[in-house]
């Protein structure tokens, strides 16, 4: 539930503020005023739109005033061509230069993703980031003697994902699981959150392009999510919350090398209906 000062005086009761409400709690009320009525208070969700959609600001959420800006967003910078050919550009990166990247850098793309979008406005998704290459070793490490235990216990995940293979590289130096990156971030989330599963990969996409547009390179760690989710041991080193569910796992650092060619996709199968 939000508390809401509305000024009287600026507000032109153009309605935006009651059309945009996704709870619809808000309504035009006497004098044509927005208000929220009783009954509808406790499904507000807190997602601030009243506030940010008043072209008087007339309107005032009474929470995190730290968090209040009047910055105007500024859409048009942001041109189509340039988001494509980000989108074109970006690979996944499994060579990484031993050089870390810099508190700020990572203080600034962690911090936008409170902007990524959750169900309900849950914003519930949370963060644990390993830094360093030994460190994430030390985790790696633990993920291969889950691969070693899948070996012996499941004949059919040993063929499956080639788990000697795997294992033997790892033994030589050459590590398939996190790819010797110097950063390693794993999001998580309650179970009780509903949205929780869905919000968490939507941030960790987000993630990626933040990252991605500081040249800093990234692939999404999915073996390494089956030890986290599989692995009790791994669970415990990586003091993740019992009462937590895991999200997804990203390698990242800068990228040793470039590309210099896009590579071959599929066509995207898009139907619209109906056909124009
Ligand atoms: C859910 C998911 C899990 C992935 N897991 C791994 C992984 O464990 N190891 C790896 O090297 N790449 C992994 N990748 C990267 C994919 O192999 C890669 O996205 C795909 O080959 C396309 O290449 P591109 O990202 O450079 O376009 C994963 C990607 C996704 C989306």
Redesign the pocket.
Known sequence: MSKIALDNSKCNKCGLCVKDCPADVMTAGSGGFPEIPETRRPFCIRCGHCEAVCPERALVLQFRPADKTNERPKTESLAPEQLEAFLRY???I?DFKDAAVPRQDLDAAFGALKYSPTGGNSQGVKWLVVNGQNEVRKFTEIAVDWMKFLKESDPEAKLKFSLDHFIEAYEKGND??C?NAPHLAVNYYSPLNGSGATDAIIAMTQLELLLSSRGIGT???????MAIKSWKPLQTALELPEDFSVG?ALMFGYPSFQYHSV?R?KKVQVRYFPER
């Open positions: 970006r690979r996944s499994r398939l699981f790819r692939c999404w760690g999915g073996f390494f999510i997804y590579p996709r």
